[in-house]
């Protein structure tokens, strides 16, 4: 299996900060990469995919970027609404494997 | 647009086999490069891809649950299902059904939309 290593597990920013979350695959993934948001009580939300795409209708201070085995995902300006989990999930093999998720707070 | 919802039992004994439906509404389980996906998340934790189905019935499961997964599809009830046998405490989890899409572009595929989640809690 493909391991998807996240950092930092959480933490904790301002609200308009930067805010930057890594995902690093065991092996090469090329760009096969999504980021989901997930909130309290529901279901994961795709925001990006293929490492840097953003999803339709998702607000554009969201953006991914990386390729091989390591990727980054920046919400460029945090705002209240922004507080959940966040997921790496890759697509190159079987079985599908996902971070371990990276809990965003406002300080 | 398309909707999914998971339904089934929300406790099942230990040693019994769970079992969960995912009914797709809005449009057909048959069209489309999709595939039909279960994923897992115990409570607290991450997210535990299970497996998918075509529509043709082709099946790929988890290594780690491979001997005790089965999922199935009614075309005609536009439906897929989940049945895990020998539950232990350690599949307590809410369960997501999720369609996996496959684009024509380099196999790039992603999750979307998934299920509310339902949670299956394994106890006497």
């Known amino acids: 299996d493909i391991q998807m290593t996240q950092s930092p597990s959480s933490l904790s920013a301002s609200v308009g900060d930067r805010v930057t979350i890594t995902c690093q695959a065991s092996q090469d993934i090329s760009n096969y990469l999504n980021w989901y948001q997930q909130k309290p009580g529901k279901a994961p939300k795709l925001l990006i995919y293929d490492a840097s795409n953003l999803e339709t209708g998702v607000p554009s201070r969201f953006s991914g970027s990386g390729s091989g085995t390591d990727f980054t995902f920046t919400i460029s300006s945090l705002q209240p609404e922004d507080i959940a989990t966040y997921y790496c999930q890759q697509y190159d093999n079987l079985p599908r494997t996902f971070g371990q998720g990276t809990k965003v707070e406002i300080k | 647009q398309v909707q999914l919802q998971e339904s089934g039992p929300g406790l099942v004994k230990p040693s019994q086999t769970l079992s969960l439906t995912c009914t797709v509404s809005?449009?057909?389980?048959?069209?489309?490069?999709?595939?039909w996906s279960w994923i897992r998340q115990p409570a607290g934790k991450g997210l535990e891809w299970i497996g998918r189905?075509?529509?043709?019935?082709?099946?790929n499961y988890n290594p780690s649950l491979k001997s005790r997964v089965t999922i199935s599809v009614d075309t005609s009830k536009n439906q897929f299902s989940l049945k895990l046998s020998s539950v232990t405490a350690a599949d307590t989890a809410v369960y997501y059904c999720?369609?996996?899409?496959?684009?024509?572009?380099?196999?790039?595929?992603?999750?979307?939309?998934w299920g509310q989640g339902t949670l299956v809690t394994v106890s006497s």
């Open positions: 809005g449009g057909s389980i048959s069209s489309g490069s999709y595939y």
């Open positions: 189905i075509y529509t043709s019935g082709s099946t």
């Open positions: 999720a369609r996996e899409y496959i684009t024509m572009v380099r196999g790039v595929t992603w999750f979307d939309p």
